[in-house]
């Protein structure tokens, strides 16, 4: 059973930090590039950041780009993101994304991160 479980979201204050981690079970983690997406209300659903399998390369969208950091634990089947000087505009569900090609993607629940004073 492939499973992806995001943890770590909650309600901070901006400037805070948050570490989003997600576990992964029931496939071949080291073959999967590993991604973490957002959506806030009203919003599509953006790529925030990507590690490819390797680890060697990863890519941020710009509104992140000296904030986050995106890194793996194949030894732990893990992800994490971790979030510093956290913004308003940071509020969004958060997902773990697997994929290894075309036909073969994963999605994780979603946590929840809320930045607000």
């Known amino acids: 059973q492939v499973q992806l479980v995001e943890s770590g979201g909650g309600l901070v204050q901006p400037g805070e930090s948050l570490r989003l981690s997600c576990v992964a079970s029931?496939?071949?983690?080291?073959?999967?590039?590993m991604r973490w997406y957002r959506q806030a209300p009203g919003k599509e659903r953006e790529l925030v950041a990507s590690i490819t399998r390797t680890g060697k390369t990863t890519v941020y969208t710009n509104s992140v780009k000296g904030r986050f950091v995106i890194s793996r634990d194949d030894t732990k089947k893990t992800v994490n993101l971790q979030m510093n000087s956290l913004k308003v505009e940071d509020t969004a569900v958060y997902y773990c994304?697997?994929?290894?090609?075309?036909?073969?993607?994963?999605w994780g629940q979603g946590t929840q991160v809320t930045v607000s004073s």
């Open positions: 029931g496939f071949m983690f080291k073959n999967y590039d």
């Open positions: 994304h697997a994929r290894r090609d075309y036909f073969s993607s994963y």
